[in-house]
């Protein structure tokens, strides 16, 4: 007979906590390579854990599932699916990336977990436990945050020379990260659209503390709807402002965001 396991395991609580926090705050503040991957390794850990605590005879089947599933909503055959909800306003969505898939080395971790007798991190309690189930429920469905991107690949000639270093550009923002052979990325943000636009920079430094720093290209946009699927996802007028912007728009955005602050520091 299998054993049923608890919802207060360390590992588990611990996955669905990342899922929660990469989800609401993390792909905000760091967006990147890593925060995109992240929901999808602590979602694949928790989500057949999570059913399994309520049909313990059926691990096997739940975690099969939960893999087929995986790979069915990130590839194209699941867009009817999005097509159909977004007819009634729920903004749900995902954005269609084979190398999510690599999250899938997570499932059998997560399955080894489970028949494991890992420590657990509290002795459960009644009237926690709908607290729990309804957490997880939040951080497996409300936290789909539907968005969109696409690029936008202006080439600009915007240059100027600043009194700074590399040290003052990364605190003032004007560094997002670094690529290689004075080549940086960094971000503007516009907060009323829900949006924010990637560009490249080539920033060398001069004598004297100065920087030479060259807005090269307007790379990508991302624009994100709502946290709640129930919101109508993501707003087209955002998405529409956002294209029908000008190279001079993003220049005069990057002046203001970016260069005066560094001036000022």
Known sequence: ???????????????????????????????????GKLSDFAGLFAFPYFLSCFFPKKIKPIYIFSGVLFIIWKSEYSQPFFDFVHSYGIGIDRTIDYTDLV??????????????????FIQPKKFLKPLIIGI??????????????????????????????LNKARAAGLIYF?????????????????????????????????????????????????????????????????KQMTLEDFEKLFVEQKIKPLMEK
């Open 1 to 35: 007979m299998t054993k049923e396991k608890p919802l207060f395991r360390i590992l588990f609580l611990s996955s669905v906590f990342l899922l929660l926090i990469n989800d609401l705050y993390l792909k905000y503040e760091y967006h990147n390579y890593l925060t």
């Open 103 to 120: 999250s899938l080395l997570i499932l059998p971790i997560s399955y080894v977990y489970w028949n494991s007798e890992f420590q657990q």
């Open 136 to 165: 997880c429920c939040f951080a497996f469905v409300a936290t789909s945050v539907p968005n969109k991107e696409g690029a936008l690949d202006l080439k600009s000639n915007y240059q100027i020379e600043v009194e700074s270093d």
């Open 178 to 242: 670094s690529l290689d052979d004075d080549k940086y990325i960094s971000m503007l943000e516009i907060p009323e659209k829900n949006a924010e636009i990637e560009l490249s920079l080539i920033i060398k430094e001069k004598d004297k503390g100065i920087l030479d720093i060259k807005l090269d290209s307007i790379l990508n946009y991302y624009v994100e709807g709502s946290t709640f699927i129930l919101s109508g996802g993501v707003d087209e007028d955002d998405v529409n402002f956002v």
